[in-house]
């Protein structure tokens, strides 16, 4: 693609125009960011984020063997890596992704892999092809959620599919990264953006095209649009760096995981 280097901005951007050019993005990233991604990542396990841990480790969901015969939907969930250590659990699995080259990765780690293997759905978080009450278990790592404009509605849409009693978790990057450039080294350690600034971040082709969009929200505004949608916030993780994560992954890396957190992990239970 020629519009593949964009300039960045910090402009407002409609959920029409950031689900355009996500959707855009992620059909063409979708082969090399598994090239580069796929070996941390595993292609059947649950890694919350860059620092590396998994949900073996932080049982973010509870005891995995609650998870056995449970239906369970991951939203955003890229190649299903996570939909796929469910369903090793003996959960009953959806995935779902707004991006068929992502969906398209998913297929090809399922043709060459035993085991079970999960549901795999094309959609926009915010719009689910999903009844209500349908699911158990609803999760993402780092899908969708900075992706959308409108989080809140998303927090709506996931509270509708979710059961009375069913849980939602889901990670996504630190509000308080945002003030900080996007740099592995020193110089990402000095915050030069207000963090209660939630301009999203553009970055543009030609003629002021957008080819890719995240989204900003401080960390009240995540807790209150998780409240706001019936939900009740039953845990708030800020995940440490491993002490064995050597992984320098874009502005993430072990130097700044020794000041900043990274990554957020919001668990909610209707």
């Not at 009375?164 to 509000?175: E, I, K, M, N, W």
């Not at 409240?227 to 874009?250: F, K």
């Amino acid at each position: 693609m020629d519009e593949t280097e964009g300039e960045p901005a910090r402009r407002p951007s409609t959920q029409a125009e950031t689900a355009r050019a996500n959707r855009s993005w992620w059909d063409a990233d979708a082969a090399d960011y598994y090239e580069e991604h796929g070996s941390f990542l595993g292609d059947a396990e649950l890694v919350w984020g860059p620092e590396g841990w998994t949900e073996a480790q932080l049982q973010v969901l509870g005891d995995p063997r609650n998870l056995a015969g449970a239906d369970v939907l991951e939203f955003g969930g890229g190649a299903a890596q996570g939909a796929r250590w469910c369903a090793l659990q003996g959960a009953h699995v959806v995935s779902s992704d707004l991006s068929a080259g992502m969906l398209a990765r998913a297929v090809d780690i399922d043709a060459r892999r035993p085991g079970p293997a999960p549901e795999l759905v094309q959609a926009d978080a915010t719009r689910l092809p999903f009844a209500e009450d349908s699911f158990d278990v609803v999760l993402s790592a780092y899908g969708a959620v900075p992706f959308v404009a409108d989080s809140a509605g998303l927090m709506t849409e996931l509270a509708r599919v979710l059961r009375p009693g069913g849980r939602l978790a889901f990670s996504t990057t630190h509000p308080i990264r945002w003030a900080f450039p996007d740099l592995p080294d020193e110089a990402g350690l000095r915050a030069v953006v207000p963090y209660f600034d939630e301009t999203p971040y553009v970055e543009e082709g030609p003629h002021g095209r957008a080819i890719y969009v995240e989204h900003h929200r401080t960390l009240a505004h995540r807790v209150a649009e998780i409240i706001d949608a019936g939900l009740r916030l039953v845990a708030l993780h800020e995940p440490e760096w491993a002490p064995d994560n050597r992984e320098t992954w874009g502005g993430w890396s072990p130097l700044r995981g020794q000041y900043l957190p990274g990554t957020v992990i919001l668990v909610a239970e209707k």
